[in-house]
């Protein structure tokens, strides 16, 4: 349904900064609270109530709304910068490679022992080492994650309404994301974790496919479907805390 007024931005007063949100007007009968992935807050209200009503149910909920913020903001922290230069640690599925650019008439990137190979013709061109490289993370991060995307929407025994579609995207402060027309979004940088992990955003979308907002069903569901889901998560967040991995 479809707002019948433009958006206007309003604010509560809670803790220090306060809590801003945009609000809708809309023919629906009740009033809607949602937290975005970018951490704004989205009020879809019928056009009949007062701001005074809206604004109080903002601050009742002011403590979920600053708990949804801060788990989106914390879902993926910012990625330091990168030299790509021979040397230097990088991530894939969890474990440490060690950087070998080495120069070759033959372009590509290959993964021996315990490290990554990159075979450029400009070998001190690092913005070409970088274009190979992540050229390689995102054809094994295809892969990866159409394997683990198969493999999660079985474990949810039919709940889905289709057979969920996959597409990679660089998000800064998201690992995944999805829309209600069924299409996952993962960020290319994930094939930096543990498959178990990547399993475990992978199954934080596909719930959000059947209970969109992080409400008791969505978590039920996340939990019957992956019972170590806080384990995996945690393991994530270091990974991510970890110097190399942002």
Request: hydrophobic letters at 35%.
């Amino acid at each position: 349904m479809k707002p019948t007024h433009s958006t206007k931005r309003h604010s509560v007063a809670f803790g220090r900064a306060g809590i801003e949100f945009q609000l809708k007007r809309s023919k629906r009968r009740t009033l809607a609270i949602t937290v975005k992935p970018d951490a704004t807050v989205w009020v879809t209200a019928p056009r009949d109530a007062t701001l005074e009503v809206v604004t109080a149910k903002v601050r009742k909920r002011a403590v979920w709304i600053r708990r949804q913020q801060i788990f989106f903001e914390n879902y993926l922290p910012p990625m330091p910068p990168r030299r790509y230069v021979s040397g230097e640690t990088h991530r894939y599925h969890g474990r440490q490679y060690r950087l070998k650019v080495i120069e070759g008439a033959e372009e590509g990137v290959k993964l021996k022992g315990r490290y990554l190979w990159v075979q450029t013709r400009r070998k001190r061109d690092t913005r070409r080492v970088k274009t190979l490289l992540k050229a390689w993370y995102a054809e094994h991060a295809r892969w990866a994650f159409e394997k683990s995307v198969t493999a999660c929407a079985g474990k949810l025994n039919g709940q889905l309404a289709g057979a969920p579609r996959l597409r990679l995207r660089h998000m800064p402060k998201r690992w995944g994301s999805w829309t209600k027309r069924g299409v996952i979004y993962l960020n290319p940088e994930l094939i930096l974790a543990p498959p178990s992990c990547i399993d475990y955003v992978v199954t934080h979308e596909l719930c959000h496919l059947v209970h969109a907002s992080h409400g008791a069903e969505f978590f039920a569901l996340l939990r019957k479907t992956m019972p170590d889901w806080e384990q995996r998560k945690a393991r994530l967040e270091q990974l991510a805390a970890e110097s190399g991995v942002r």
